[in-house]
């Protein structure tokens, strides 16, 4: 079984240009997120979907970042403009369905330098 | 007071000891825990998921839980050099909006040869 793709896997901007990110869950799960984990710190939640559903996004800042899964399977987050603060790794995962228990996996992460 | 909280470590053990990794958290309602192993420059990988009292064994992996106390911990017996790694602990409450996963800072553990 074919995990969680993320593309890229580095990608380095300057301070006020954009960038995106792509994720590709395993296959049938419904569930997908975004964390963002800094260095040092444990991952945090950006945005939850369920199937093209957002579930949760309490903690996106919506002034700058945004995120869609237009079909239900991939999905792409996107920081307009970016900030120092946000170089970071940002880590997509996804389970099975919403609920507890399910497990989340988590895919390679795309590591975010912003200069 | 931090959701979850681990102690940063580095916690250190010898080859072939028992590493016991600790975990606590504040929500009185959190439903499911995890331990996940993040090597560095890795994404995390889940080894154990424990949903009520007591110990769930995989292995050389033993997840324990005392909902009572707020209190999670992972045992690691024959521990490895390759069981070197930060592991995180995440703690998940489900509501309606959502399966809120929270992560502690994780504990780093160096076994050494």
């Known amino acids: 079984e074919a995990g969680v793709a993320q593309s890229p896997r580095y990608k380095i901007i300057e301070k006020r240009q954009s960038v995106a990110f792509w994720c590709n869950p395993i296959?049938?799960?419904?569930?997908l997120y975004w964390y963002q984990q800094i260095l040092g710190q444990g991952p945090k939640l950006l945005i939850q979907?369920?199937?093209?559903?957002?579930?949760?996004d309490s903690q996106l800042p919506k002034d700058r970042f945004s995120a869609e899964r237009l079909k239900g399977v991939d999905s792409t987050l996107k920081i307009q403009p970016a900030k120092l603060e946000d170089s970071a790794v940002y880590l997509c995962?996804?389970?099975?369905?919403?609920?507890?228990?399910?497990?989340?996996?988590f895919g390679p992460g795309t590591r975010l330098t912003v200069t | 007071q931090k959701e979850v909280e681990q102690n940063s470590g580095p916690l250190s053990v010898p080859e072939g000891a028992i590493a016991s990794l600790n975990c606590t958290y504040s929500?009185?309602?959190?439903?499911?825990f995890f331990w996940y192993r993040q090597y560095s420059g890795k994404s995390p990988e889940l080894i154990m998921s424990?949903?009520?009292?007591g110990d769930k064994e995989d292995g050389r992996f033993t997840a324990q839980l005392n909902k009572a106390s707020q209190y999670v911990s992972l045992l690691i017996r024959d521990s490895q050099p390759s069981d070197s790694a930060t592991y995180l602990c995440?703690?998940?409450?489900?509501?309606?909006?959502?399966?809120?996963?929270?992560f502690g800072t994780g504990t780093q553990l160096k076994v050494e040869l």
């Open positions: 296959s049938g799960h419904a569930t």
């Open positions: 995440a703690v998940v409450k489900f509501t309606g909006g959502g399966n809120k996963l929270t």
């Open positions: 929500d009185r309602g959190s439903q499911s």
């Open positions: 995962a996804s389970s099975l369905v919403l609920g507890q228990g399910y497990e989340q996996y």
């Open positions: 424990i949903y009520s009292n």
């Open positions: 979907f369920q199937n093209n559903g957002v579930v949760d």
